[in-house]
């Protein structure tokens, strides 16, 4: 997947200068195209800030998730890599493999740039299953003439449990843009799906002018695809929608859906990741197979009002049907917020968020994400607190562990609503909103929550909070995750996230919230998987050993801990690091 035009080097330039000028590195999905960095392989690898159970190589940097898919026993996890520097640049599908999601194996790259029909780059897809129980990946390619084409590949030797070799046929291209479609943005094809008339069916993110579309293909075979004549989905005023995925869900209970299914009462999901936002949005819809038509509902949006996978620094996920344990996986990218030069000097960029498996909220309106069982393995020592008050002001450390790698799980319990403050119906942006109303804000129900990565002064912490607020009609809870004092180094880019939470405070008074702390990165799920924010902190104090972890409460109203457990994290094993 390309994320820069070459007709905008003069503008990414001069940004990029004036980023620098004001000594504040924005990073964001973008590849500046640095030919003279591209192959500067790392000479030291710093681990001060690699995280010890999130998903990255030994070196050199990472993006998009590619291609997962669980065959004959195994996980297979692809993955943009540059393997010989640590930014953007000589691209080729990395490949590692598992048998549990949590413990890795690098083999050989899958892809790399080998054919005319990929010369220029091979960029992201996914797999699918075909029938006999034959994987092929599906992938976009850069041609001679630098326009995007989509390409298949299958395993060569099927009875390799690590599917180490692929083969790319000549008959590729299998998708080219033609009829008008832009060939600069053309990218990123979905997994397959098998209809009732039996041809296959996949979407490929694309734009005109400033609308976002999945354009749709059909085939009887796999081989010829045919260009349906009306896209899957299209919204005006999105720009160009990169990795797009569609997938069914269950509409009651946990188990995951294969992408061919559509018997039983299901609903649909449809995501993209927005090139001009840098953020991912998903709907809720109906699939009108008569029409192949993706329908959204009604309160389901596609624009920056939309629901999110992540609030935080996430972009370019993809999922997959976990035939194993029959659950659908997502994986998601989150990329470095320190500068570049940090990342050619620490010879690493990029992770991928902790595998969540994901099912429909029972309300229908959202999906919820939860990080896969197979994690809970990874827990070691345990401290814990039950039933604590959080006076106002309170402040409580949680000690006995290494809390710069570790897995919090809080329930609070707020029941004095009386003091809530009054929420503004203008307050339409909930992470303007975290900004606004920040950790040391004190408020009436809030903020309370953690912080986490801090130092034994808190001149460093990451913190991760509640506030609730009073409507006329309900209360709101606001989740934030606010790394604006992480560091005490200059020029990091430290954004405020934030989200609202669908959870009836009212009713029993409680919220419930889970932090991943993993050095360089937060992974935070708040009102049980409703809401997920991510972020990439990098102290300079709080690091290791010296790092605290505390429960606070800088509201008016008390907050009791119900139930709070923290497990110092293991390392599992990680592609050889």
Not at 28 to 37: A, I, N
Not at 277 to 302: N, Q
Not at 355 to 371: F, M, N, T
Not at 480 to 500: E, H, I, N, W
């Given at each position: 997947?390309?994320?820069?035009?070459?007709?905008?080097?003069?503008?990414?330039?001069?940004?990029?200068?004036?980023?620098?000028?004001?000594?504040?590195?924005?990073?964001?999905?973008?590849?500046?195209?640095?030919?003279?960095?591209?192959?500067?392989?790392?000479?030291?690898?710093?681990?001060?800030?690699?995280?010890?159970?999130?998903?990255?190589?030994?070196?050199?940097?990472?993006?998009?998730?590619?291609?997962?898919?669980?065959?004959?026993?195994?996980?297979?996890l692809f993955y943009q890599y540059n393997p010989k520097g640590a930014v953007?640049?000589?691209?080729?599908?990395?490949?590692?493999?598992?048998?549990?999601?949590?413990?890795?194996?690098?083999?050989?790259?899958?892809?790399?740039?080998?054919?005319?029909?990929?010369?220029?780059?091979?960029?992201?897809?996914?797999?699918?299953?075909?029938?006999?129980?034959?994987?092929?990946?599906?992938?976009?390619?850069?041609?001679?003439?630098?326009?995007?084409?989509?390409?298949?590949?299958?395993?060569?030797?099927?009875?390799?449990?690590?599917?180490?070799?692929?083969?790319?046929?000549?008959?590729?291209?299998?998708?080219?843009?033609?009829?008008?479609?832009?060939?600069?943005?053309?990218?990123?094809?979905?997994?397959?799906?098998?209809?009732?008339?039996?041809?296959?069916?996949?979407?490929?993110?694309?734009?005109?002018?400033?609308?976002?579309?999945?354009?749709?293909?059909?085939?009887?075979?796999?081989?010829?695809?045919?260009?349906?004549?009306?896209?899957?989905?299209?919204?005006?005023?999105?720009?160009?929608?990169?990795?797009?995925?569609?997938?069914?869900?269950?509409?009651?209970?946990?188990?995951?859906?294969?992408?061919?299914?559509?018997?039983?009462?299901?609903?649909?999901?449809?995501?993209?990741?927005?090139?001009?936002?840098?953020?991912?949005?998903?709907?809720?819809?109906?699939?009108?197979?008569?029409?192949?038509?993706?329908?959204?509902?009604?309160?389901?949006?596609?624009?920056?009002?939309?629901?999110?996978?992540?609030?935080?620094?996430?972009?370019?996920?993809?999922?997959?049907?976990?035939?194993?344990?029959?659950?659908?996986?997502?994986?998601?990218?989150?990329?470095?917020?320190?500068?570049?030069?940090?990342?050619?000097?620490?010879?690493?960029?990029?992770?991928?968020?902790?595998?969540?498996?994901?099912?429909?909220?029972?309300?229908?309106?959202?999906?919820?994400?939860?990080?896969?069982?197979?994690?809970?393995?990874?827990?070691?020592?345990?401290?814990?607190?039950?039933?604590?008050?959080?006076?106002?002001?309170?402040?409580?450390?949680?000690?006995?562990?290494?809390?710069?790698?570790?897995?919090?799980?809080?329930?609070?319990?707020?029941?004095?609503?009386?003091?809530?403050?009054?929420?503004?119906?203008?307050?339409?942006?909930?992470?303007?909103?975290?900004?606004?109303?920040?950790?040391?804000?004190?408020?009436?129900?809030?903020?309370?929550?953690?912080?986490?990565?801090?130092?034994?002064?808190?001149?460093?912490?990451?913190?991760?909070?509640?506030?609730?607020?009073?409507?006329?009609?309900?209360?709101?809870?606001?989740?934030?995750?606010?790394?604006?004092?992480?560091?005490?180094?200059?020029?990091?880019?430290?954004?405020?996230?934030?989200?609202?939470?669908?959870?009836?405070?009212?009713?029993?008074?409680?919220?419930?919230?889970?932090?991943?702390?993993d050095h360089s990165a937060v992974e935070s799920f708040g009102g049980e998987?409703?809401?997920?924010?991510?972020?990439?902190?990098?102290?300079?104090?709080?690091?290791g050993s010296n790092a605290h972890l505390y429960a606070f409460n800088y509201?008016?109203?008390?907050?009791?801990?119900?139930?709070?457990?923290?497990?110092?994290?293991?390392?599992?094993?990680?592609?050889?690091?």
């Amino acid at each position: 997947m390309e994320r820069f035009y070459r007709v905008l080097w003069v503008f990414m330039v001069l940004l990029f200068c004036w980023r620098d000028i004001i000594n504040v590195e924005v990073v964001d999905g973008s590849h500046l195209v640095l030919e003279d960095l591209q192959s500067v392989s790392a000479a030291v690898v710093d681990t001060k800030y690699k995280t010890g159970y999130h998903f990255q190589p030994p070196e050199h940097w990472i993006n998009d998730p590619n291609g997962p898919m669980y065959y004959n026993g195994v996980y297979h996890l692809f993955y943009q890599y540059n393997p010989k520097g640590a930014v953007w640049g000589n691209i080729v599908w990395a490949h590692s493999v598992s048998t549990d999601m949590i413990n890795w194996r690098a083999v050989d790259p899958a892809i790399y740039p080998s054919k005319p029909f990929d010369i220029n780059g091979c960029w992201s897809g996914s797999a699918t299953i075909l029938p006999g129980n034959k994987p092929v990946i599906l992938y976009t390619g850069v041609d001679p003439q630098n326009q995007q084409v989509q390409n298949i590949a299958f395993p060569k030797n099927l009875s390799d449990p690590d599917l180490r070799e692929w083969v790319k046929p000549d008959y590729n291209p299998i998708i080219a843009p033609v009829d008008g479609i832009n060939g600069s943005a053309f990218r990123d094809p979905t997994t397959a799906w098998l209809g009732p008339d039996r041809r296959w069916r996949l979407v490929i993110g694309t734009k005109r002018r400033s609308r976002g579309v999945a354009v749709m293909y059909r085939s009887k075979d796999f081989i010829h695809w045919v260009r349906a004549k009306h896209p899957l989905h299209s919204a005006a005023g999105t720009g160009m929608w990169e990795c797009p995925d569609f997938f069914p869900v269950a509409m009651r209970g946990v188990r995951g859906v294969d992408t061919s299914e559509y018997n039983g009462e299901l609903k649909y999901v449809f995501k993209v990741s927005l090139d001009l936002t840098r953020y991912e949005y998903y709907t809720i819809g109906s699939y009108r197979r008569d029409l192949d038509k993706y329908v959204p509902d009604g309160a389901s949006v596609d624009n920056g009002s939309g629901l999110r996978y992540d609030y935080g620094n996430f972009y370019a996920s993809k999922s997959f049907f976990d035939a194993g344990k029959k659950r659908r996986i997502l994986w998601g990218w989150t990329n470095e917020s320190d500068s570049r030069q940090d990342d050619i000097d620490k010879g690493w960029a990029g992770i991928q968020t902790v595998p969540r498996a994901v099912w429909l909220d029972p309300s229908g309106k959202q999906l919820i994400q939860w990080p896969i069982e197979e994690l809970e393995r990874l827990r070691g020592r345990l401290v814990s607190v039950k039933n604590k008050v959080l006076r106002s002001g309170g402040l409580v450390e949680i000690s006995g562990i290494l809390t710069s790698q570790a897995n919090v799980v809080v329930s609070f319990e707020v029941t004095a609503l009386v003091k809530a403050e009054r929420f503004d119906p203008s307050w339409s942006d909930p992470q303007k909103l975290c900004e606004r109303k920040g950790t040391e804000a004190k408020g009436g129900v809030g903020p309370f929550g953690l912080l986490v990565l801090a130092s034994s002064g808190k001149e460093e912490y990451t913190s991760v909070f509640f506030r609730i607020f009073k409507s006329p009609t309900k209360y709101v809870a606001l989740m934030c995750q606010d790394p604006s004092r992480s560091s005490v180094r200059a020029g990091l880019y430290k954004p405020v996230y934030g989200a609202f939470v669908d959870v009836d405070i009212k009713r029993n008074g409680q919220i419930a919230l889970r932090s991943l702390i993993d050095h360089s990165a937060v992974e935070s799920f708040g009102g049980e998987g409703r809401v997920c924010i991510t972020s990439r902190v990098y102290p300079g104090m709080a690091v290791g050993s010296n790092a605290h972890l505390y429960a606070f409460n800088y509201g008016a109203e008390d907050v009791r801990i119900l139930d709070l457990k923290a497990w110092e994290m293991k390392k599992p094993l990680m592609n050889g690091a």
